[in-house]
C-alpha cells in the first residue's frame, strides 16, 4: 500500500499465508512470494486481495491480483489470473494476512521514540511551550508553534506557518500549511475497527493516515481517527468546532463547516461547502454532496445529493421537517 | 459496605447521627452502635438505611437494619426490628449521614498523593512514558504499559497486559486483564449526584468504584463515572468507541459494543452482545436487555426486551421507525 | 469595550481605517480620532460602530457612536451626528476594524508567559499538584487547589475557596468563589465565529470573557468559548455534568442543572433553575425561560417560556411529545 508511514513486513511466500490461515489447500507455486495485501482495485501482480461482497464484482473482475482470499460462491466472479483463496470468514482472513504484512499498524500503544522538544532538532526552529514531546519520523515546517503538554508522535508531517494549541496527541498524520490544530486533540489513533468474536474481539490494522489540508481549523477536543484501508482527510479550508469525532476513512470536502460535538462515522464522504449544524450525526458509508446544509441535530442515515438542506432525524427536505413540525 | 476503597469512619452513636440530622427524637438506646449506613437489602444488624418510596416497600418488609430514614407515611413498612427515624427529606439526610461515615467519598481533589513513576516500585515492572504519576494504593500487573502524562491516582487495581495510553486520569478503579484504555480518559470520578439546593447545591457520597473486566477496550476521551452505592461495571469484551460517557452506577454486559459519542446516563442496565449506535443516548434506570441493537443517534427512554432492533426518539422497533420515514 | 483583559491598541484616525478597508471615500476631518469599536448601544462619542440589519433601526436611531460601517439601504437609520461608511460587507468590515483595535483577541495561541507555579508568588498560596503552569496576569484567591498538569494561562482570576482539577486550560475567565472545575476542560478559548470565505475563512476578535459564578461545578472534557463581544455567564450554583460544550456569548442562569453531554450554541440565553437533560442540543441565539425542563436527547430550535416542559426533535411540549410517542 502507498501509505509511507507503516513499514510493509514482505514479502511472504504465499505458503506462509496458507498456513498462517490454517488452510487445507494444495497450490502448485508454493514458493511464490506475495509482495502486499490490497483491495481489489489498486492490487497488483504477486499482492493478495480479497472479495466479500457481489457488490464488488465489477472491480473484481479487473483485479490484477495473483491470489484472492473469497468464498465458494464468489469465485466465478474472479478473473483466471486470479487464485481463490477459500475461507470462512473473508474479512477475519483479510485481517490476518493485513496483520502479517503491516504489524505496526494493529496497536496504538504510546510512542516509546518520543523526546522532550529540547533535546531535538526542532529546538531552533518551533516555537514550542513546555512539555513538548516528539517522536521519530517527525518533520516540522517553518513558522511553527506547538503549545504546552501536546506529543508529536511518531510519523507526523507538519508544512509551514501551523499552530498546534496544547494538550493534543498526533501520531500517522499529514498536517499542511496553516493549519490550526486548537487544544486537546487525538489526531491519528486507529479507527474502531475489529470483528466482534465472543470473549476477545479481533482488531484489523489501520494502514491509513489522517491529511490535514491547508487552512483547516479542528476545534479542542477533537478525536480524528486514522483510515484502515484508505486515508482519512479533511479538505482545504475546513473549520471543525469542539468536541468532534470524525472516523476511520472519512473524507470531508473543501470549505466546510462543521458545528460542535457533530459525530461522522466511519467511510462518509462528505462534499465541499457542505454546513454540518451542531450535534448531528452522519452514519457510517454515506455519500453527501456537495453544498448540503445539515440541521443541527439531525441524524442523516441516506445519502444526500448536492445543493439540498435537510434537518431531522432521520435528516429529510428541510421545508418538509419544519412544515412536519409546526 | 464492601466496596475496598472508601473507609469507613465508623461506628458512630445514633445519638451523633441524631445530632448530626437535627431531629428531635427521644430514643431508648441512644448509646447503641451503628457500623455502617447501606441501602434496605444489603444492610446489616446495627447498621442504618433509608426508605423513601412505596416502590421499595417488599424490600423494607426484610431489611435487616437496626434503623432506618423514612417519612410517616411509610412507618409501616418497616419490620418491628428496625426503628424508623423521621426526617423532612430523605435523601437529604441519607447524603448527610453517608458523608459522615464515608467523608473521603464526597469530593474528588486531585491525589496529593502521586509520585512519578521513576520513583515508584513500578519503575522497574511496567512499560511507561514521560511524565507518569502514580499514587498510593495501587498494584499493576505484569506486562502492563503506561502511557505519556497518564496520572492513575490513588485506588486503582490493573491486571495483567493492560494497555494505557497517554493524558488519562484513574482512580478508585478495578482494571481486569488485557484491558486497553486510550488516551484522554476520565474513569473513576464520582458521578453527577447531588441534591439541587438553592444557592448551595448538596453533594452526596460515591463509594462505589468502577469495574472494567478482561479483554475490554476503551477509546479516546471517554468519562466513566464511579457509582454512588454501587459500581459501575463494563463487562468482559465490551469495546468502547471515543467520547463516550458512562455515568454513575451504570452496568453494562460482555461482548458489548458502543460506538461514538453515546451516553448512559445513571443507574442503567445494559445487556450482554449489545450493539449501540453512535450518539445513541440512554436515559437513567433502564434496563436494556441481551442481543438488543440500538440504532445510532437513537434516544431510549424506556426499557428494551432481549433480542430486539429499536431506533428512534424515543426508540422503538426498528421495522416501525423505517416504514414511518420512508 | 469593558473588557478587562484584551488591550485596545487604539485610538486610530479614521483615515487610517479607511485605507485599511480600501474604502474610496473622502470624508472632512480624517485626522479625528477614534477611540474604540463597538455595537450601537454601548458606542460613546468618537467610537465606531456597525449597523447590519433593520432589526436594529430602533437603536441605531440613538448611537453615540461618531462612524458606523454600514450599506446604502441603512444609511436613514442613523443619526445626524454618525457619519456612515459604506461597505460591502458590514460583519467581515467590522471584523477587521475590531483586529485593528484588538489583534491580542482573533488567535488563541498557547500562552509563553506561563511559568512552574514553583517558580511564582502562588507557590506558598495554593494547595497544587505536579507540573502546574501559570500565566501572567492571573489572580488566585485563598484557600484553592489546582490538579496535576493544569495551566493557568494568562488572563485569569480566581476567588476564593476555589477546586481546579488535572489536565485543564483556561484563559480569559473569572471564577468566583466556591468554584469546582473538574478535569480536561478548555475554558475562555475563542469561540467558534468567523466569515466563511472561499479558500481561506477570515476569523473575527473574541473580546468578551468567561464568567463562572459562585458554587458553580463544571464536569469533566467541557468546552466552554468566551465571548465575542458580550461575555459567556455560568450563574451562581449552576451545575454542569460531563463533556458539555458551552459556545460563545451563552449566559446560563442560576441554580440550572445541565446533564452530559448537551451543546448550546452560540448566544443563546438560558434562565435561572432550568433542568437539561443529557445530550440536549439548544441552537444559538434562543432564549430558554425560568424554570424550563428540557428533556435529554432533545433538540431545541424555537425559544421556551418560563415554566415549560419540553422534549423531543423538535422540542415541544413534553405531555404531547410522550402522548404521540406511546
Request: aromatic share 6%.
Amino acid at each position: 500500500m502507498s501509505n509511507p508511514f507503516f513499514k510493509n513486513k514482505g514479502p511472504f511466500k504465499i505458503s506462509e499465508i496458507i498456513n498462517l490461515l490454517n488452510l487445507k489447500i494444495d497450490i502448485k507455486n508454493k514458493d511464490q512470494y506475495i509482495n502486499d495485501i490490497n483491495d481489489l482495485l489498486t492490487c497488483e501482480k504477486e499482492d493478495i486481495t480479497f472479495l466479500h461482497s457481489k457488490k464488488y464484482k465489477d472491480i473484481a473482475k479487473k483485479t490484477k491480483a495473483s491470489f484472492c482470499l473469497t468464498t465458494k460462491s464468489l469465485i466465478n466472479e474472479l478473473p483466471k489470473s486470479c487464485i481463490p483463496l477459500l475461507v470462512d470468514n473473508v474479512l477475519v482472513s483479510t485481517a490476518k494476512v493485513s496483520s502479517l504484512f503491516y504489524p505496526d499498524s494493529i496497536n496504538d500503544y504510546f510512542d516509546v521514540s518520543v523526546k522532550k522538544i529540547n533535546d531535538t532538532k526542532f529546538k531552533a526552529k518551533v516555537n514550542f511551550g513546555q512539555n513538548v514531546l516528539i517522536g521519530s519520523n517527525v518533520s516540522i515546517g517553518n513558522n511553527c508553534k506547538i503549545g504546552h503538554n501536546t506529543i508529536i508522535e511518531k510519523n507526523v508531517v507538519i508544512g509551514d506557518d501551523c499552530y498546534i494549541g496544547s494538550n493534543n496527541i498526533i501520531r500517522n498524520t499529514f498536517v499542511k500549511n496553516n493549519v490550526k490544530i486548537l487544544d486537546n486533540c487525538i489526531i491519528g489513533k486507529h479507527g474502531f475497527g475489529f470483528f466482534p468474536i465472543k470473549n476477545k474481539n479481533l482488531r484489523y490494522p489501520h494502514i491509513g493516515i489522517v491529511l490535514i489540508e491547508d487552512n483547516c481549523e479542528i476545534g479542542c477536543g477533537a478525536t480524528i481517527d486514522r483510515g484502515s484501508m484508505s486515508n482519512t482527510i479533511i479538505g482545504k479550508n475546513t473549520y471543525l468546532d469542539n468536541q468532534i469525532h470524525i472516523a476511520h476513512n472519512v473524507k470531508i470536502g473543501e470549505n466546510s463547516i462543521i458545528a460542535g460535538q457533530v459525530g461522522i462515522a466511519g467511510s462518509s464522504i462528505i462534499g465541499n461547502n457542505v454546513k454540518i449544524g451542531g450535534q448531528a450525526g452522519i452514519s457510517g458509508h454515506l455519500k453527501i454532496g456537495n453544498n448540503v446544509e445539515i440541521g443541527g441535530g439531525s441524524g442523516v442515515i441516506r445519502d444526500i445529493p448536492d445543493n439540498t438542506k435537510v434537518m431531522g432525524y432521520p435528516a429529510k427536505n428541510i421545508r418538509g421537517f419544519l412544515r412536519d413540525n409546526k
